[in-house]
């Protein structure tokens, strides 16, 4: 069974940071990709970045660009999403999830594995 615990999330300043971490077990990722997701009340889940497990391939929504870093960590089977200068509107729960590779990446249906989710709360 496949289990994603995410931790990381939290109260910042704008212009702060912080690290997610979603550790991941249960099957061999390698192959899989891995994306972050942020969703506020009432809206639809939103990708925000994902990297392949093999090749380490990454991808970023635009508003993040240059901003956070998505990264993994083979011996640890833990994936990372460093966010630096936090803005409020990044105020959302963040949900780390695992699927088979192939597209689409940016989207929830390709992805078949989700973690509980972290509340990560900028404020202004």
């Known amino acids: 069974q496949v289990q994603l615990i995410e931790s990381g999330g939290g109260l910042v300043q704008a212009g702060g940071s912080l690290r997610l971490s979603c550790a991941a077990s249960?099957?061999?990722?390698?192959?899989?990709?891995m994306g972050w997701f942020r969703q506020a009340p009432g809206k639809e889940r939103e990708f925000v970045a994902a990297?392949?497990?093999?090749?380490?391939?990454?991808y970023y929504v635009d508003s993040v660009k240059g901003r956070f870093t998505i990264s993994r960590d083979n011996a640890k089977n833990t994936v990372y999403l460093q966010m630096n200068s936090l803005k409020p509107e990044d105020t959302d729960v963040y949900y780390c999830?695992?699927?088979?590779?192939?597209?689409?990446?940016?989207?929830?249906?390709?992805?078949?594995?989700w973690g509980q989710g972290t509340q990560v709360t900028v404020s202004s």
């Open positions: 999830a695992a699927g088979p590779p192939g597209i689409p990446i940016t989207m929830t249906r390709g992805y078949g594995d």
């Open positions: 249960g099957r061999t990722f390698s192959g899989y990709k």
């Open positions: 990297i392949t497990w093999s090749d380490a391939n990454t």
